[in-house]
DNA sequence: AGCCAATTCTTGACACAGTCAATAATCGGA
DNA sequence: TCCGATTATTGACTGTGTCAAGAATTGGCT
């Protein structure tokens, strides 16, 4: 597990820290996670971890696909370590609650756009809005 | 055109102020456009706006449904007056320009959701990230 | 027209997520 | 083990948006 990350760091010509394992785990622990809780986490695992080197490390993690981002309106970014399949987010308008949905069809059934605009289209992001069946309990 | 944005402020029982018609006039005059924007627009209409006239219209303006807000990840919140046909945005990530992008197929394609956790989802929000024809000319 | 209560605007302080820049510590190859 | 390059720490800072109190405006009413 934690080789595997480290492998997956050196594989990407980043070099292995604590810092950045104790990121990895955190994420790959709670999904949808902020910043923020990354760094709690980080700090409750490694003792200390400065602000800029969490957001350092998920900045870099994302950029050599490691994690992915998501930054849905009215909240901070969340990461997640579900990089290789293609899913999207129901987000609770409620309470927040942040949850996966499986492509409905096919790998990217919405990447079909008709009418470009001539941009050279590389990625669909899609996130649902409702109401999470804890919320839809309490109305 | 000024008069029916005091009509349609009117019918949801707000008041008509310079403010709120200028903001409404200066999002329909730049699609996309940003808070800032906004009050940069508005002040060389009207003279003078708090910034915090400027949230407030627009907040208000949302929640009544007269304008759209779309919050892409890594820039300000944008604000559209396109509020009643069902269309979604591309952003060139190089330089940030949003464009328009009507749905696919039918109304609201992206809508089915094949497992939804449980959730009751009410919209599906789609953003595709891409990169636009002027950016694409000089790599 | 003029008045009054409710709504709206202004002003200024504030909160939060994230970034910048300089210095210190750590990693990993020789 | 040592050294250069990469990474972490520290602290200041920016931008976007919100909160709260008082002043101004709106629009219904007489």
Excluded at 102 to 124: K, M, Q, T, Y
Excluded at 132 to 138: D, V
């Amino acid at each position: 597990m934690t080789s595997s990350s480290a492998h997956q760091l050196r594989e990407r010509g980043l070099q292995v820290t604590a810092q950045r394992l104790a990121v990895l785990r955190a994420v790959a622990g709670r999904p949808h996670c902020t910043a923020e809780e990354v760094t709690e986490a980080v700090r409750g695992e490694i003792g200390v971890i400065s602000r800029q080197a969490v957001y350092d490390s998920l900045n870099l993690l994302v950029q050599k696909g490691l994690l992915r981002r998501i930054q849905p309106a009215g909240s901070s970014a969340l990461y997640e370590d579900r990089v290789n399949d293609n899913h999207h987010h129901v987000i609770c308008r409620r309470c927040g609650q942040t949850a996966d949905i499986d492509c409905a069809v096919g790998a990217a059934p919405c990447l079909n756009a008709s009418s470009d605009s001539g941009f050279r289209i590389d990625e669909a992001e899609v996130i649902y809005w409702g109401v999470c069946p804890g919320c839809l309990g309490q109305p």
